[in-house]
């Protein structure tokens, strides 16, 4: 995947992309890179994204809080939902082999109120 989207030049624009909101403002980039990468997680899985962001970082040199919050994106902005993160898959597998059962919906409710106030804590701590 990571190999595609690099051969069909979106790395490159995305680094692009990156590198411009960098020069404006590095703390906002990170913030918003962190967000985004958060969000990502959600639509597309941790893994991938975290590849496709590694090979973004990878392509120049960042700003130390803007790689630490595309870091904190990947691992807390799977919390959102089940399916952010394998590993949020395969502990709720098994809990359901324990007969405990968590639906999508509840996770995603408590993901909602617990993950933006550790995501916001976490950059926070980062970009300062």
Avoid: C
């Avoid at 790395?11 to 969000?39: C, D, F, N, R, Y």
């Amino acid at each position: 995947m990571v190999e595609a989207l690099i051969r069909t030049g979106v790395i490159g624009e995305l680094s692009a992309l990156l590198h411009e909101a960098v020069a404006q403002s590095a703390p906002k980039a990170a913030w918003s890179v962190g967000a985004a990468t958060a969000l990502a997680d959600n639509i597309a899985n941790n893994l991938p994204v975290g590849l496709v962001a590694g090979s973004v970082v990878a392509s120049d040199h960042l700003a130390s809080a803007v790689i630490s919050a595309i870091l904190i994106g990947v691992d807390l902005g799977p919390n959102f939902s089940v399916t952010g993160s394998l590993a949020t898959i395969l502990w709720l597998v098994a809990l359901r082999r324990e007969k405990i059962d968590v639906g999508a919906w509840p996770f995603l409710k408590l993901g909602l109120v617990v993950t933006p106030p550790a995501l916001i804590g976490a950059l926070a701590a980062a970009i300062r």
